[in-house]
């Protein structure tokens, strides 16, 4: 089992439409959460930190649970810049600022 | 953006060749990780640096090897490439007090044939 999980899509979805990722981690130890965007053939890039009490950037909104060790990210009115792979990332305690990744979710909003 | 650069941005070589990939920072940044992407398994850490001749290896560190020897430079070395190290990779650093968060150089798109 990978240690972060992350429903790969691909997400095609129409401008202006709600999407929501969802993401699972397997070590109950884990001490920080991250959201990372990846555009095409283009290096990751920090989108947000997820905090416990939940935190709100824009049209982006991310929520950590950590009794179901799950982590979510919601986009409101998606736009065609939107579109790229959304990385979630786990730093587990103890790890030396090691980050795990999960493979990524693509998503495409459509005109 | 995070001063980051790598070089080569691209290279093919041949399988047994020696390669090796530089990342250089002008944030002076203490800790500078190297990375490969695949498709299907997301970003790993192949090592890891924190601090000038400091560095650990990470989950795929086989067949690799690194060198810091100043604060600016973290290089990635791979002995005799094998065509199962085709892949991108990248290189990021961090802050050394109070933050995680990673800074990721453009990537390196290596083929071994």
């Known amino acids: 089992r990978k240690e972060v999980e992350q429903d790969p899509g691909p997400f095609n979805v129409p401008e202006g439409a709600t999407v929501a990722f969802n993401c699972t981690y397997s070590?109950?130890?884990?001490?920080?959460f991250f959201w990372y965007r990846q555009d095409c053939r283009k290096e990751p890039k920090l989108l947000m930190s997820?905090?416990?009490s939940g935190n709100e950037d824009g049209r982006f909104t991310a929520q950590l649970n950590r009794a179901s060790q799950y982590i979510s990210l919601l986009i409101r009115d998606s736009k065609l810049s939107d579109s790229a792979t959304y990385l979630c990332?786990?730093?587990?305690?103890?790890?030396?600022?090691?980050?795990?990744f999960g493979s990524g979710t693509q998503l495409t909003v459509l005109p | 953006d995070a001063g980051i650069t790598q070089s080569p941005r691209h290279k093919v070589t041949e399988t047994g060749t020696p390669v090796t990939l530089r990342c250089h920072q002008t944030?002076?940044?203490?800790?500078m990780y190297w990375y490969r992407q695949d498709p299907g398994h997301g970003l790993r850490l192949i090592h890891y640096?924190?601090?000038?001749?400091?560095?650990d290896k990470g989950e795929v560190s086989d067949g690799y090897s690194v060198s810091r020897s100043k604060t600016e430079d973290f290089l990635l070395t791979l002995e005799s490439a094998t065509s199962s190290q085709t892949s991108v990779y990248f290189c990021?650093?961090?802050?050394?007090?109070?933050?995680?968060?990673?800074?990721f150089g453009p990537g390196t798109r290596l083929t071994v044939l």
């Open positions: 944030e002076n940044h203490r800790y």
């Open positions: 990332v786990v730093q587990f305690s103890g790890s030396a600022r090691q980050l795990t």
């Open positions: 070590n109950s130890a884990s001490q920080s």
């Open positions: 640096s924190y601090g000038v001749k400091d560095t």
């Open positions: 997820v905090y416990s």
């Open positions: 990021a650093i961090s802050e050394s007090e109070g933050t995680d968060t990673q800074y």
